[in-house]
């Protein structure tokens, strides 16, 4: 699995949100900033990016995820 299909994934799987990874295809991290976020929690905001690769990880095509979910504000400061 490559970064730009778990990207095309994640960008498909959280509304609105744009997505930036680093690593290699099955062990990797992932950066996704939504306005979707506000207001939940980090539990929350891992839960809804994981779902939109969960197929891939029980697979196995998809060993490690590092996430990191922000809101459009939280980045900027």
Same mark, same amino acid.
């Given at each position: ?15 609105? =949100?744009?997505? *930036? ?8 991290s992932t950066l996704v900033v939504s ?23 029980? =697979? ?10 922000? *809101? ?6």
């Amino acid at each position: 699995m490559t970064l730009d299909e778990i990207q095309a994934k994640l960008e498909a799987g959280v509304e609105g =949100s744009t997505v *930036t990874m680093e690593g290699d295809g099955c062990n990797c991290s992932t950066l996704v900033v939504s306005e979707v976020f506000e207001g939940m929690g980090l539990l929350a905001r891992q839960k809804m990016v994981l779902a939109a690769v969960r197929a891939d990880i029980d =697979s196995g095509e998809l060993h490690a995820l590092s996430i990191k979910a922000r *809101t459009p504000a939280e980045l900027a400061s």
